[in-house]
Every structure is written in C-alpha cells, then in structure tokens.
C-alpha cells in the first residue's frame, strides 16, 4: 500500500510537471519537463554545487552513461543523459541519497501493457511513456499519454492495473 502511494505521488508529480510542456492541448513528457531550468549554465559551476556522494552513486549505479548532464533541483540533484533512445533522469536528495529514476522513451512499453490499452482502448496512439521509480520501493508507476481522434489521454499503469489519469478533449 505505502508503495502504491509514492509511486502514485510520482505519477501526479509528473502529470503536474506537463503543463509547462504541453503544445496543442497534448501534454508530452519532453526534456524540458524534466531539467527544471531557466536557462544554460556553465557545466563546471553547476558541477561544483553537486554534492560529490551523489556523482559517485551515479558513477557506480549508470557506468555505462555517456554526456551526463547535472542540475541543481529544489530537494537535491539530477542528473540526466540519453542511451539508446531511452531519457533518463535520476534524482538524489541532498546528501547524495539516489531518490528516484525516471526513464522516458516508447520502448519501455511492454508488449503485455500494450494488451492491457488495447483491451481497454481503442484506436489509440502512444504519444510518449514513462517509468518511475522510487528508490526504496520495488515498484515502477507507468504513465503514458496516448491519443485518439476525440482526446488526450494520460493513464496510469501501476501493478497491472490501468487508470486515467487526465483526458483533454480536442
């Protein structure tokens, strides 16, 4: 139940996170709506403000990373690169604890999640997926937006169960 709770909480953070990415009514998970930015930085400046438990942690947990990029978010670090068409981001808390991972990319879609939309929608388009994961917790949250020729829907996959999440109208 506890998990259930965080990881629904990460989906809600993530939906929120999507009104400042949304471009004609269609709310996608892009890069810009996981950088919490406002504007470019000299990477050997933001570097300095990283605390060094989290790069070591992230050097140890994603060897294979390449063009790491790190920023400073409100409750601690994130660091975020690309491989093989997959945006992942991975959040540490203050003193370098890894927090969270979000990946973002379509072929994290599953071919049983896609049975579970298809049974349940219809004439659907998969617009974007993301998979959440606390660090504490084994769960991973699933949100995909999809659309269809009336709206965009946002829904939830959380232990095989589907929820909508948000649906706006066209």
Known sequence: MRQTFYAFGIAMLIISSQAS???NETALLIKSSV???A???NASSVMADISATAVERFKTDFRDAKEVEWKVISNGYRAYFQQNELLTAVDYDNK???YSVIR???SLLSKEMKKMLDKRFVDVQVREVSEVKIADFATRV???VMEDNVSVKTV???EDEVKVLQ???K
């Open 21 to 23: 990415a949304q471009k």
């Open 35 to 37: 950088l919490d930015v």
């Open 39 to 41: 504007g470019p930085e």
């Open 96 to 98: 370098g604890k890894l």
């Open 104 to 106: 973002y990319g379509k």
């Open 142 to 144: 699933y949100v995909i």
């Open 156 to 158: 939830q996959i959380l």
């Open 167 to 169: 649906e706006t109208r």
